[in-house]
């Protein structure tokens, strides 16, 4: 059989091809979900704010994570890092829920930094307790957002939007304050938290040893 002849040009990959942005970040295009063009640019509007602030506190978890310190480090390196996976998913979904939206989400590290309403944290290590507070601050704030985010949509009529911010971005924020905060309550880690205490330990401990018969 003769071999046919092509072209090898057409196999070889266009490395410096350029190509304008099709799509204007701030831009929604139509999309057949049964919504009008204003409720989806308002959701996608306010979901991109959600997303902006949800991309930051995922990396303060993450932050928080590597730069721990202190008696409680093993289980607050694995609860930081449990809720980085949380925040990611939590990430993923609010993307692309803008997107079939018909919008654009906010994506890269620079763009979220200009638009996140977290306060920016030092570069160095903190302390288990700035480092929590740190944290609870960032969810309050994903959490006034989301709030505000879910009563527009419901108001608006677009349900998915709603349900996301309130079953999932609201819901995990709350069950992850809840855990976080309890950090704070001063309990003793590795001593009785006070002097009565401590004395009733000591005197316990000089009194003739009770023997158990069986
Ligand atoms: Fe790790």
Known sequence: ???TKTDIR????????????????????????????KVCE????????????????????????????????????QLYDKHYEEQATLVDQI???IQLLGGVSIAMAQDVADRTQI?????GREA????????????EEVLRGSHQAAEEAQKGGDDGTNDLLVS?????????????A??????????SANESERELVAAKSLAPERTFQS
Request: glycine fraction near 2%.
């Open 1 to 3: 059989m003769k071999a």
């Open 10 to 37: 057409a196999a070889a990959p266009r490395l410096s091809e350029e190509t304008a942005e099709f799509q204007t970040f701030g831009t929604v295009v139509r999309l057949p979900i049964a919504l009008s063009q």
């Open 42 to 77: 308002s959701s996608v509007r306010a979901l991109n704010q959600v997303l902006a602030d949800t991309i930051t506190l995922r990396d303060l978890y993450k932050k928080h994570h590597w730069q721990v310190s202190g008696p409680t480090f093993f289980q607050l390196h």
């Open 95 to 97: 993307a692309e829920r």
């Open 119 to 123: 306060e920016r944290p030092p570069m």
């Open 128 to 139: 288990v307790p700035i480092q929590i507070s740190r944290l609870l601050a960032g969810h």
């Open 168 to 180: 999932n971005v609201i819901r995990s924020n709350e069950f992850q304050v809840w855990f976080l």
């Open 182 to 191: 309890q950090h704070l309550v001063p309990t003793a880690v590795t001593e």
